[in-house]
């Protein structure tokens, strides 16, 4: 696979020959035509189980992702990216029993002032209550605007709540709605991160732990 | 990585064969592109101590850009790069592969002000007080002379940063701690700026502190 500038006629896409010229990510890509595929004759490695458990899991968060991510310097895409440092940092076990280690997970990476004690308290009737706290070294102003996005993850039922609703940060804390879908007993885990009022910077998401369902 | 010097042919800029040259903040550079398929030891130690080092130095860059804004350094230098080239190696002890950082030799500023005389820090009931000596007697030192405080969170790369804490003579700073529920690590460090912003001193490692919900830490050089 190779990429190239467009000449004075433009980009290529399409075949000629043995090579297909098309266009991935906003770069001009040229490369050899695909041919019939034999079956893998490879062995199974770990990664064969890594890749999917962590692609599955983050699939499920990709708004937030490319809210969180979207400000790095990085040819990756902003899932990619965070499929890069979950890979690495959030799988733990044994091949093929690999397991997600929730506290490693990153949803959002930046420069942003980082969430300060972050805590999660379930509350009766299905409400979830998220609230963080501003250093008093922290300037008021530069940061009583971000605004906080919450990714809460039901592990029992396998199911996600996104919230990207403009709470400011000076509100320190946030009440959530579980809704109907999420039963007594089920084990919710949160994390949240901020995003600046520009949407030009983002916090390092912060993992806040986990409760079950009250009803 | 390394510089080019300019040839009599001019400047060459591209690439030829695993080669690559660009301009980087006014000069010529030239590296090696391409995968890798081997590292040797040295590089791998190289590495390991970059690792070891950036994530403190983006932790801490507010402090470090207040810290060696003054700083003499390279014209083709940013701030980051002089804070890199004195803390790495200096600050990593151990040989391959197990390196590690040492915290008291750290340098989050420099400059020609004397550094804070007898610095130490107390935590009591959810408060870290700084406290130093103002020690007006050194010919360099000045009444409006600020403290600088840092306090480092290792396991969450997480800074509390004050650039513009009391001044020299009052001899003691306080920072309330966000609440925090587990036991944790605090690395703290003092610097004094002057008034005008124009001088600073080295930063000085203060201590270690280790912060249960429940008891008070203490410690000192």
Redesign the interface.
């Known amino acids: 696979m190779a990429t190239f500038d467009p000449g004075p006629l433009g980009g290529f896409s399409g075949s000629v020959g043995l090579i297909v010229g098309t266009k991935t990510g906003g770069k001009n890509v040229i490369r050899s035509k695909p041919g019939k595929r034999k079956k893998s004759t490879l062995k199974i490695t770990p990664q064969n189980f890594r890749l999917p458990l962590i692609t599955d899991f983050l699939s499920r968060f990709t708004d937030m992702i490319n809210t969180g991510f979207k400000n790095q310097k990085s040819k990756l895409s902003a899932f990619n990216q965070a499929v890069k440092h979950n890979l690495k940092h959030a799988v733990t076990g044994e091949s093929p029993d690999f397991e997600i280690n929730y506290r490693k997970i990153i949803i959002s990476k930046g ?1 942003l002032e ?1 969430v ?2 972050g ?1 999660l308290t379930m509350k009766e009737g299905g409400m979830i209550e998220i609230s963080w ?1 501003i ?3 922290v300037s008021i102003k530069l940061v009583a605007k971000d605004t906080s996005y919450v990714v809460i993850y039901n592990s029992t039922k396998e199911k996600t709540i996104c919230w990207p609703v403009g709470i400011t940060r000076d509100q320190l804390k946030q009440i959530i709605n579980t809704g109907l879908h999420h039963k007594e007993g089920d084990i919710m885990h949160a994390w949240l991160f901020f995003v600046s009022p520009d949407g030009k910077s983002s916090s ?1 998401s912060e993992y806040l732990g986990l409760g079950s369902v009250l009803k | 990585m390394r510089k080019k010097k300019k040839s009599p042919f001019g400047d060459f800029i591209g690439r030829i064969g695993n080669m690559v040259c660009y301009p980087l903040n006014g000069q010529i550079v030239c590296r090696t592109i391409g995968i890798v398929t081997h590292w040797s030891e040295e590089q791998q130690a190289v590495q390991m101590r970059t690792e070891l080092i950036s994530p403190i130095l983006i932790a801490t860059k507010k402090y470090i850009d207040a810290g060696f804004k003054t700083t003499p350094r390279l014209q083709t230098w940013s701030i980051n790069n002089k804070a890199t080239s004195e803390n790495n190696p200096s600050a990593i002890i151990g040989s391959f592969p197990d390196l590690k950082v040492d915290y008291s030799k750290l340098l989050f500023s420099m400059g020609n002000l004397p550094v804070p005389k007898n610095p130490q820090v107390q935590l009591v009931n959810n408060v870290l007080t700084f406290s130093w000596e103002a020690d007006l007697e050194n010919e360099n030192a000045n009444d409006t002379d600020q403290i600088m405080l840092l306090a480092y969170f290792p396991e969450k790369l997480k800074t509390l940063t004050v650039l513009s804490g009391n001044q020299r003579p009052l001899e003691q700073h306080k920072i309330n701690l966000p609440t925090w529920t587990e036991e944790t690590i605090i690395e703290t460090y003092l610097s004094f700026v002057s008034d005008d912003r124009n001088s600073i001193s080295n930063s000085i490692y203060v201590g270690q502190i280790m912060w249960n919900k429940n008891s008070a830490g203490y410690g000192n050089i």
Do not use: L
Request: proline share 20%.
């Open positions: 420069k980082p300060w004690s805590t706290e250093p008093e070294t390092n």
